[in-house]
């Protein structure tokens, strides 16, 4: 069984940071001429998710420099690390601000909106159309990579959350632009700022709401999640296949990246094995591990004759 078709995720992000840059100017004009909450929010929200864009390429950069010296396993943990740094900063610096500025304005007693609503109402039809843009890239490679199974399980259990974080990034944009296209132009019919207050508001929970999902996302991978059932099943397939192994006594994965998996292995061997002829079954199991997954990067086998297997927590079920 082959894995699914590799999503291209530096494609995504290039693709949401350009047209987050692009939309945030454009709100900030905006808000600057009408002076609503709600699409200062807004903007505040695009120019997060342009650094957020900003921070994941340069998570996706480090990931790839080698220091062995250093780091002898790898640095493919800084894709997670500053996809963690993505969720804070959309919690804080999106959700919290539009949270701040609608409180603002209600205490400010709700005075009323002034400028013309038109020219943020068009910005943000326009902003609509580039984030639906955005999230139709995200989308289509997010399809790519999950083939056949369920939305959320792929959104959450993939171990890549690169495209997951656009993802939703632009949904959280997509909602949050009709949220600020209904509380403006409820402000403009009613004349009162409080629907735009109101909406910033909201906008500010949707926000805060999406990041605190992607950071406990974003941390579970950063502790060190294991594979996933169904590649642990194939693995223990392709090792047990191989000649001269009866059994692996103990399991132990971590991904150290989204494709960087280190895996150690007790296994019991057939009785009576000279040392070279461990050492070429040994061998045999890395060569075939690897071709059917190339993800697992380091792989540590040890010999294991007389293992107690109720000792091991990794192999017993959940």
């Known amino acids: 069984m082959k894995s699914h078709s590799k999503s291209d995720a530096h494609k995504v992000v290039i693709a949401a940071l350009l047209g987050n840059l692009g939309i945030a100017v454009a709100k900030f004009v905006a808000a600057w001429l009408s002076g609503s909450t709600a699409i200062l929010a807004e903007g505040v929200h695009s120019l997060a998710d342009t650094g957020n864009q900003g921070l994941l390429l340069i998570g996706m950069s480090l990931a790839k420099q080698a220091m062995p010296s250093r780091y002898p396993l790898g640095r493919e943990k800084e894709s997670y690390f500053w996809a963690f740094i993505v969720a804070l900063l959309l919690f804080f610096v999106g959700g919290v601000f539009a949270v701040y500025e609608g409180v603002h304005k209600l205490l400010a007693n709700g005075e009323e909106a002034h400028g013309s609503p038109w020219i943020p109402l068009g910005v943000l039809g326009v902003s609509l159309l580039m984030e639906g843009g955005s999230f139709l890239v995200a989308s289509k490679e997010f399809n790519k990579s999950r083939g056949k199974a369920g939305f959320f399980e792929s959104l959450f259990r993939g171990k890549d959350p690169t495209i997951p974080v656009v993802l939703l990034e632009d949904t959280a944009a997509v909602f949050g632009l009709c949220i600020a296209f209904a509380a403006i132009g409820v402000s403009a019919l009613t004349h ?122 990794a192999l017993k079920s959940p």
């Open 192 to 313: 009162s700022a409080v629907p735009d207050a109101i909406g910033s508001i909201v906008i500010g929970v949707l926000l805060c709401g999406v990041g605190i999902v992607l950071a406990r996302y974003t941390r579970s991978l950063l502790l060190g999640e294991g594979v996933t059932p169904e590649v642990r099943e194939r693995t223990l397939n392709v090792i047990e296949a191989t000649p001269g192994v009866l059994k692996v006594t103990q399991f132990l994965s971590m991904h150290l990246g989204p494709e960087a998996v280190i895996l150690a292995l007790k296994v019991r061997f057939r009785p009576q094995m000279v040392l070279e002829e461990l050492e070429t079954v040994i061998d045999d199991i890395e060569v075939r591990v690897r071709a059917e997954m190339p993800e697992m990067k380091k792989i540590f086998v040890e010999p294991d004759s007389n293992y107690d297997i109720e000792q091991d927590a």
